[in-house]
């Protein structure tokens, strides 16, 4: 709220996102609409040219490093368990090298410890979650 009304908050990261948007599309203006089943509230953000050079830095490195390569097709690996598909960087994979037959995520992993430790399994089951 400021002077009574509704507004979002300018230290909140959807209004750097909303500011990225508007300035990788050219725009004056973006809009961030909240809706509930009781009501909604729309607010007109306009281009925060200040919080944009903040912000340029990151978002290149973020586009460059993280949503480039997906767009290329490169550099991702997929968990057999969850099918989700991670970043080499994320998965802390540096090099092909590194990547072994069967790339399995944390959280999998974790899955399976708590499996083993469990002491209810076999270890054809763990061969089956795998």
Known sequence: MCD?????KRSHKYYSQLT???ALKGCSHGFIIVWTKVDYFIEKIPFDQNRWKRLHDAATFFFKGYILPVLLGRLLCQCPKCNIWWHW???????EEELCDVFVCPSCIVDIVNTCNAGNSSDSDIEDFL
């Open 20 to 22: 990225a948007e508007i």
């Open 4 to 8: 009574g009304s509704l507004r979002l």
């Open 89 to 95: 960087h994320c998965a802390g994979i540096n090099k």
